[in-house]
């Protein structure tokens, strides 16, 4: 399973990071609902096939993608809105809590506290 390393290394920042954590909100990109407040998700580098997005009710697209960029929130009551989907393999997949378009990020369900956003998936902005 996927294990990411949290610890703050300086060359592991990216635009939308501050001292290792978001700097900015993060919002769904599909309706604008607001998903995480600036400095409450930790930056990590950890690879992870995601399905491709659709609308819940689709199901999971079998395709998907690698992606590597996630930001870690440690409790699930630290999202401002989350939605989740089927679990699979362990593996829940988070939406959003309005649009219900997704996986934005994923948790496994054998770690109540790790869940994964992924950045390339949503929105970063003030
Ligand atoms: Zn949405």
Redesign the pocket.
């Known amino acids: 399973m996927a294990e990411c390393d949290t610890k703050n290394d300086p060359s592991e920042q990216n635009d939308f990071s501050e001292d290792g954590k978001n700097r900015t909100k993060i919002f ?1 990109e ?2 604008s ?1 607001l998903v995480l407040l600036p400095k409450s998700a930790m930056y990590c580098k950890s690879e992870f096939f995601m399905p491709h997005m659709k609308k819940k009710k689709e199901g999971l697209d079998s395709n998907g993608e690698k992606l590597s960029d996630f930001w870690k929130v440690g409790d699930m009551f630290t999202f401002e809105n989350v939605g989740f989907c089927n679990t699979v393999d362990n593996i829940k997949y988070l939406v ?1 809590a ?2 219900e ?1 997704g996986p934005i990020g994923w948790h496994d369900i054998s770690d109540k506290t790790a869940y994964y956003i992924a950045l390339d998936r949503v929105v970063h902005k003030d």
């Open positions: 769904c599909r309706c609902s959003c309005d649009c378009v």
